[in-house]
């Protein structure tokens, strides 16, 4: 791993989720969430070193490389941390279109929609907002 990226790398708190970090995975040019998944301190690193997508597999225990078995690799356009170092938002540029982001075939792994009807601003009534509903 080059130097200029352990600054940044020490800045991620790893600890914080007994060594994993959500990485929301955004499709650098639709800004479409393709997936959520984590990563430990290798996987990140991998990350930066190869430019393509590296994750930790929870139900595996292994590092991932994302589209080892699918062939499609995920090119990592930019990595960015939150301001609180504990979530980091890959933007990627798939390798391919043929091959699905999700194990299910779908195109993101965002698509079992929940019912919820959303207010627009003008029906929000701040008076009545609690901070424990």
């Not at 393509?52 to 589209?67: A, M, P």
Request: hydrophobic residues 40%; aromatic residues 6%; charged residues 20%.
């Amino acid at each position: 791993m080059s130097a200029e990226h352990l600054p940044a790398l020490e800045r991620i708190d790893f600890a914080k989720g007994d060594g994993l970090v959500p990485v929301v995975v955004q499709d650098a040019s639709s800004h479409a969430v393709l997936m959520l998944g984590y990563a430990n301190r290798a996987a990140v690193e991998r990350t930066l070193q190869t430019g393509h997508l590296h994750l930790w597999s929870r139900s595996r225990q292994e590092l991932w490389y994302k589209g080892e078995r699918s062939g499609n690799v995920l090119q990592v356009c930019r990595l960015t941390a939150d301001c609180d170092g504990d979530t980091l938002l890959a933007e990627v540029q798939p390798a391919t279109g043929e091959t699905p982001i999700c194990h299910t075939g779908a195109e993101t792994c965002f698509f079992t929609e929940l019912e919820i009807e959303c207010a627009t601003v003008g029906d929000i009534d701040s008076t009545s907002i609690s901070a424990n509903p």
